[in-house]
């Protein structure tokens, strides 16, 4: 059985967006979509009547949205009784893919990202796309585009590089791959020998670190266009620039022992509160 691209709605315009994006997914790759509503309504006491017929509503209106941009695809609809987050981590066992907006319905419009989509984002045993704003779902195939990846110092980036260059196949887009280094100065100046001899040695171990990481990519889709770019400056920085001119952004999480779901760390939070541009989290292996 095919892992279909899963997509969580709500009604509200974040996560239509989202359908949009998982929708054009899962025609790309050729998947099923499966749209999930999921909320706690029967625990509404008097209001749960309404909160049935809005989700009927919501879930009706999404297949036919989603019939739109997947004709002749497999859509299905699921209602899930449970709390929005718990379902869709749970739905991320069995997906290929799980698409979410960045801020759902009810959240205060003064939250850089919802609560729902950052425990989705750390959780989930599956690659997850982060929609951001009207999520941008990308330049038709053919069209070109520009899929940015983070590269960390460690060598456990081999999934999200994957991912980004899976992407840029799907919508024959070019990868730009980034890794950001710092050269403390240690109160040498700049113009000195010293300090120009260590800068150079983190620009050539910034360099050989991209090698590394792109090769095996590389070597499986021969004709995507790639850019190397060892860029001086805090990652963080360095990430929300690029996702600037991004269509998108796609960054690694880790797995730690004895700990619950992946570990997002300082600067993923800040690239899924700020990114201009939808990001996607990659559970490493």
Request: charged share 25%; aromatic share 4%; proline share 8%.
């Amino acid at each position: 059985m095919e892992r279909p691209v899963v997509v969580g709605v709500d009604g509200s315009d974040s996560s239509m967006h989202a359908l949009d994006r998982a929708a054009e997914e899962a025609r790309l790759r050729g998947l099923p979509l499966r749209i999930v509503y999921a909320s706690l309504w029967e625990r509404y006491g008097e209001g749960a009547a309404e909160e049935k017929e809005a989700e009927e509503r919501v879930l009706a209106d999404a297949v036919e949205r989603a019939a739109r941009w997947v004709p002749g695809a497999e859509v299905t609809a699921h209602p899930a009784p449970e709390d929005p987050a718990a379902a869709l981590t749970a739905e991320s066992h069995t997906a290929a893919l799980l698409v979410v907006g960045h801020r759902g319905r009810g959240e205060l419009a003064s939250l850089l990202l919802g609560s729902v989509s950052l425990t989705v984002a750390g959780r989930a045993h599956c690659p997850v796309i982060v929609v951001r704003g009207k999520g941008r779902p990308g330049p038709p195939p053919g069209r070109g585009g520009r899929i940015v990846v983070g590269v960390g110092e460690d060598s456990g980036s081999a999934a999200t590089v994957a991912f980004a260059y899976e992407e840029a196949v799907l919508r024959r887009a070019e990868v730009e791959a980034v890794h950001a280094w710092r050269c403390a100065s240690s109160g040498l100046p700049e113009e000195s020998g010293p300090y120009s001899r260590r800068r150079e040695e983190h620009v050539r171990r910034a360099a050989d670190t991209l090698e590394a990481a792109l090769a095996p990519a590389a070597c499986e889709y021969p004709g995507v266009p790639v850019t190397p770019r060892p860029a001086e400056g805090n990652p963080r920085d360095v990430l929300l620039a690029a996702s600037a001119a991004a269509d998108l952004l796609v960054i690694g999480a880790e797995r730690r022992q004895h700990t619950l779901g992946l570990q997002l760390g300082p600067v993923n939070h800040a690239v899924l509160h700020h990114a201009r541009c939808p990001v996607a989290v990659v559970p490493r292996a």
